[in-house]
């Protein structure tokens, strides 16, 4: 009989390990992100604050929003949180996703040398573009399909500047992430597009300054989306739903608003703006 219940109690506990261990995969999900929120320090401060509120552990992939989206496309990620509308309202046409969510939004800044060779200093992002094309002055792109480059591509586009097919000594693309560019724009003394985010939490700035601001057309928007559970049942509906749900509620918003750099914003929720 003994040994009967002791079987029954080995058996017990192993059903209560299997089931914890059921709960806490039920719990966890994978979010592809942009390198912009994970440079900045954004999840840094705010997935403990999920974990802690909602009890979802989020695992995240950096990546361009381009590389972001593919994840999401091969159903390899439960959800993915990027900036470029455009790619984003692509992905849900076409069945990738289900509904796209605006979170927050901050804006890209025209990086530079402090003594600022070409003369850029301003509020007009493309007429700068314009005179660094004109005066051959050092520029760094990510070169990455990120949301940044893509608005760099955009801005370039707006400046009259064709850069297909350009060989020119002045435009470098590098292929990475959004730290690397600023580094290799703070050694060689360059102009790059950045997220004000990552440049604010970025160190290794040298001569580096920002050149033009506030200019409408660096306004730069986030967007959540779950990945379709129709085209992918791995997907974790009921968890990346809430984590989506907690994100732009109240609590999740208040917490955005609330992560600062040296006393400054980096991110600015709208959930609510039902033109973002």
Known sequence: MKHLFALFVVALVSL??????????GQTIVVASTTSTEDSGLFRYLLPIVQEKTGIQVKVVAQGTGQALDTGRRGDADAVFVYARAAEDKFVAEGFGLKRYPVMYNDFVLIGPKDDPAGIKGRDVVAALETIKDRGAAFISRGD??????????????????????????????????GAALNNASSSNAYVLSDRGTWLAFKNRGDLTILVESDKRLFNQYGLI??????????NKEAGQRFIDWLTSPDGQKAIAEFKIGGQQLFYPNANDPNA
């Not at 209560?16 to 995969?25: D, M, P, W, Y």
């Not at 779950?226 to 997907?235: D, Q």
């Open 16 to 25: 209560a390990i299997v089931g914890r261990h059921a709960r806490a995969e």
């Open 226 to 235: 779950l990945v379709n559970p129709a085209k992918y049942p791995s997907v």
């Open 145 to 178: 399909r990120s949301g940044t480059h893509l608005a760099e591509l955009r801005l370039w586009k707006e400046a009259g500047v064709e850069l297909s097919g350009l060989r020119a000594a002045w435009y470098k693309e590098i292929g990475q992430g959004m």
